[in-house]
């Protein structure tokens, strides 16, 4: 579905070093798949999906989509491919199947074969009630599934949402999944970018996280998981006393305390297998571990007690903070 | 429960899709559905105002000028005189604004242009169809004015009836650098600051109100290299019926200049803005 190898984007900056967006991306999409780019505001992931929907020429690198050149046949692909952008970019001015009719000209579509698939459509996005309605009516969380109900007009194959659920409420992300879901069964692929862990979680089968501009680590989400972190996360917060010095008390009781806070590359990550740790963040402390009970146990037969204490299970977040150092959440 | 690919395939089909023959029209369609929605807000500028300089100015100043025996053409009111002006300015008013401004706003503001930039349609395609929209713009624009200067008894010749396209041909030679402008600012401010220092000034300065003779010659040297002054030009002698076949080559030949530099400098400003 795609294939990118090196991918570079520089802007040009006035009178200044250029600015990298994308330094060196290679990804393979595979066709049925959910797959996720994850990372922080400014990592890079806008700008890749920009190049893959063919609206931004990569600086350096090749990009194939659909089997073909995106440097060469870029019209081509964006009339097999559909767009969902962060900010909708509908017409809030036009009504609902209005939009549906400009955006069906733009892929060369006749009026009657339009139509038809607009009443189709805005069933999947459960808005067949709001047809005549004018965009700028509907809440954040219909515009969306608008957004992406529009982007299926030219029946793709390939859709790229960028941020699907920023901005919404919890239920209408839900809905949103939902809906997702159930293109993927349909069996469209989907690419979209996220800097939620658990959007990445429900819906990808497999993601990159980009940080900087270039692909830290691949795989599924579990992999991801077991590759950088334990089965569990045990928070601690304590009410009282420095968190450096309680982290070093409690890295005691681990077989092989290593270095937080600075962040190793992936590969030195990995091969130091650094998977029971603690990391020190500005209100707790989390503990990987498998047995988070256990941990617990020791911790309060050691008298390092927290005010709070709570196992879960690891999440890409953990992953995120493995492997850069920082958490998503700034 | 409906699905969304074609019913007989489990994948969705993509046979039918495909770039649309004439893309351009696409996007005019998009913008002639949107202007349906809008055209009562265009009026104001489009169409009374012109009406209203042309009935303040001409009426009232053009009995004081009448009476002055400053007669700017000889056995002519200055209310004839100004009619023709007016026509090209009027056409200059909606290219430049429908251009720079709209074209600063689908890029920037309410963005418009992000929909067909992500289609099959090139930057180039988009530029044509909003620029065949304004084009639409300005000949309606221009046929309103001039019919009711016409009905006023102020064209004296049958060339008078090639004043609306000459207008269109002015408005164009605006409209085309104006989008290249459009979607290069950054800033609102730039946008506003070309109408404030360029359309203004052309306004007042190439033969609209006055004869350009009657300017410094500095002031006249510029209107003559600007286009409005060939379209001003072009629409009084016509509406006069006063128009040497060389003149009007001369004055058609400098504004599908300026329309076609304009237009290759738009073509490469809205590939490197639409697509980066």
Not at chain 1, 171 to 181: C, T
Request: proline content about 6%; aromatic content about 8%; charged content about 20%.
């Amino acid at each position: 579905m795609i294939e990118a190898r090196g991918l570079f984007k520089r802007y040009p900056s006035r009178g200044g070093e250029p600015f990298t967006a994308v330094a060196g991306i290679d990804l393979d999409v595979r066709p049925g798949e959910c797959f996720g780019l994850l990372g922080p505001n400014g990592a890079g992931k806008s700008t890749t999906m920009r190049m893959i929907g063919c609206v931004s020429r990569p600086t350096a690198g090749s990009l194939s989509i659909l089997g073909l050149d995106a440097a060469v046949h870029g019209a081509a692909i964006r009339a097999r491919i559909g767009v969902v952008p962060q900010d909708d970019a509908l017409d809030s001015e036009l009504t609902v199947a209005e939009n549906f009719l400009v955006y069906g000209r733009y892929f060369g579509l006749g009026k009657r074969v339009i139509r038809e698939r607009t009443t189709r459509l805005l069933e999947f996005a459960q808005l067949a009630d709001k047809a005549d309605q004018r965009v700028d009516t509907l809440s954040g969380g219909m515009r969306r599934r608008l957004a992406i109900a529009r982007a299926m007009i030219n029946e793709p194959v390939l859709v790229l949402l960028d941020e699907p659920t920023t901005g919404l409420d919890p239920q209408a992300r839900h809905v949103l999944w939902e809906r997702l879901f159930r293109l993927k069964r349909e069996g469209v692929t989907l690419v979209l970018t996220t800097h939620y862990m658990d959007e990445a979680e429900q819906l990808c089968d497999r993601l990159v996280v980009i940080d900087g501009g270039q692909v830290v680590d691949a795989g599924t989400p579990r992999e991801l998981i077991e590759r950088h972190c334990t089965r569990e996360v045990l928070e601690l917060r304590y009410d009282s006393g420095d968190l450096a010095d309680l982290a070093a008390r409690v890295r005691g009781g681990l077989a092989q305390p290593t270095e937080t806070g600075a962040a190793p590359s992936p590969g030195v990550q990995q091969a130091l297998a650094v998977r029971e740790r603690v990391e020190i963040l500005p209100d707790r402390l989390l503990y990987y571990t498998d047995d988070g009970e256990a941990a617990l146990a020791d911790i309060h037969h050691r008298a390092l007690s927290p005010a709070t204490a709570l196992v879960r299970r690891a999440t890409l977040e953990d992953v995120f903070l493995a492997l850069t150092g920082r958490t998503l959440v700034d | 429960m409906t699905t969304l690919a074609a019913p007989a395939a489990p994948v969705p089909a993509t046979a039918d899709t495909s770039v649309p023959p004439r893309p351009a029209l696409a996007e005019l369609s998009y913008r002639m559905l949107l202007y349906r929605r809008t055209w009562r807000r265009t009026l104001i500028m489009s169409f009374v105002n012109p009406l209203l300089f042309f009935a303040g100015i001409g009426i009232g100043l053009g009995r004081l000028v009448d009476h002055s025996g400053g007669d700017p053409l000889p056995g002519v009111s200055y209310l004839a005189y100004l009619a023709p002006g007016l026509l090209a300015a009027t056409a200059m008013q909606t290219g430049a604004l429908e251009s720079g401004f709209t074209a600063y706003q689908s890029l920037r503001m309410r963005p418009t242009y992000r929909a067909p930039a992500a289609s099959p349609l090139s930057p180039a395609d988009v530029l044509d169809g909003h620029l065949l929209f304004n084009g639409f713009r300005i000949l309606t624009s221009c046929l309103a004015f001039f019919a009711v200067t016409a009905a006023a008894g102020l064209a004296r010749s049958p060339w008078a009836l090639l004043a609306p396209f000459a207008a269109l041909l002015t408005g164009l030679a605006f409209a085309a650098p104006f989008f290249a402008g459009g979607v290069l600012a950054t800033r609102q401010g730039t946008v506003q600051g070309m109408f404030r220092f360029i359309i203004m000034p052309l306004y007042l300065f190439s033969g609209t109100y006055a004869p350009v003779s009657r300017f410094p010659e500095p002031v006249r040297i510029l209107a003559y290299a600007l286009p409005l002054w060939h379209g001003v030009q072009l629409c009084r002698g016509l509406t006069f019926g006063t128009l040497s076949a060389p003149a009007a080559a001369e004055h058609v030949g400098y504004l599908l200049a300026v329309t076609a530099a304009g237009y290759a400098f738009a073509r490469h400003a809205y590939a490197a803005r639409l697509h980066d």
